[in-house]
């Protein structure tokens, strides 16, 4: 009952709104019941905004445009209100267009089109103004950073309407600020920090800060590089793997650092370099011309900047003669001794302690074992079943402790 009702209704609503919808139609004819026809608008800071307002039919009744203050601003093809950034575009009894030059954030809100029929018949057309973020500002970065300092990098823009959006990249990769809004008038000031603990690694990036926004075809970009002092690392290479005697030679000295660290200062033996032709200091190189059996030993070079000393070492073996050793380079094996006996050492700890382990377990055990047959052996002797033979076995501590010793 109650859903044949429900029924009827529906379909009567249904009935009803498509005679409306027809009613409105025939009634369109004369511009009577006719509303006028308008749409929004969004206009970028400084553009020109067309405000259109158009009846379909009109028996020459007058149309109006005006401001979200209520103020007229064209009445037909008269102007009414004195702003010389209005004018006429098109006025006919079928159309008032009007043109709003130097479009500024306050020029945004509801205007209204009347149609003069008995009654008014309005109609809403709302302007968007866009306010154009402005070109990005870094600041927070002193240059030079030094190497360990906390910087906060800080990108700001202002202007934007609706909130302008900021992205950071550091080189090409994208990073995370964090992000401040706040407005200011009808726009909006927009920051975006970064905050980091600068290393060498940073010396020479280049961050970017990115603003987009709709007002915009390309983000506004602006880039700072980081300049960061660090102190000096250094690396000794070598020409050959197996020095020989009579061979040429040459070390050199490979150095970072920000200030670069100069001079580098050559040294062999804890002391200064031997004071002999063949052996050639030039900047970062060392050059021995004829290799000889007493050029072994530690060679080091040392450098400095503002921020720190380094130094790196080399130890020369020079080997005999149409030596037959062996096809890898000794002092690599010199340096990566080290790595083989730690690897050794542990490879060795851990085979002890799984020896132990398993002794101590096998011990154990041979214990467990040996009680737990003791028990059994003992409990169920005597007992006619299960239960009774545990409760025996409890009873029996005494025996089993004594076997246990036995085990150990
Ligand atoms: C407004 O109309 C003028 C011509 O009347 C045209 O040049 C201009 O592009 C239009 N502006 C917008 C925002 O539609
Ligand atoms: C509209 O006005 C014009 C001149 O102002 C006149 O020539 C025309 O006949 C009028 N039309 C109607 C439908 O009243
Ligand atoms: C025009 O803008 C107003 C206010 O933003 C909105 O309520 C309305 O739905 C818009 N109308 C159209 C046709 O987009
Ligand atoms: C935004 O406003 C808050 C307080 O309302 C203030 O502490 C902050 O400094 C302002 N930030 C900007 C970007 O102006
Ligand atoms: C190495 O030096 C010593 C003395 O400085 C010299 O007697 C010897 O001939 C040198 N050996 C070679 C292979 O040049
Ligand atoms: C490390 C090393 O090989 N030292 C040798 C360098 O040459 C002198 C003299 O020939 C030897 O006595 C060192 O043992």
Partial sequence: MMLQLRLIFILYSLCASVFKVAGTKSKAKGSQGQFPITQNVTVVEGGTANMTCRVDYNDNTSLQWSNPAQQTLFFGDKKALRDHRIELVRASSQELTIRINDVSLSDEGQYTCSLFTMPVKTTKAFLTVLGVPSRPEITGFAKPAMEKDVITLTCTTSGSKPAANIRWFRNDKEVQGTMEVNATGKSFTVKSSLQFQVNKQDDGVAYTCSVEHVSLSNPYMTTEVLEVHYAPQLEITHSLILPQEGQYFKLECVSIGNPIPEPVLWS??????????????????????????????????????????????????????????????????????????????????????????????????????????????KGSEDAPDADTAIINAEGNHVHAEEKKEYFI
Avoid: W
């Fill in 268 to 377: 062999k033996d804890g002391g200064e370099l031997p004071d002999i032709e063949r052996m050639i200091v030039e900047g970062r190189e060392l050059t021995i011309t004829i290799l000889n059996k007493t050029d072994n030993g530690t060679y080091r070079c040392e450098a400095s900047n503002h921020m720190g000393t380094s130094f790196a070492e080399y130890l020369l073996f020079v080997y005999a003669k149409d030596f037959p050793g062996p096809s890898t380079d000794p002092n690599a094996l010199g340096q990566h001794g080290p790595d083989h006996a730690l690897i050794g050492g542990v490879v060795a700890v851990v085979v002890f302690i799984t020896l132990c382990l398993i002794i101590v377990l096998g011990r154990y055990l041979a214990r467990h074992k040996g009680t737990y047959l003791t028990h059994e052996a």
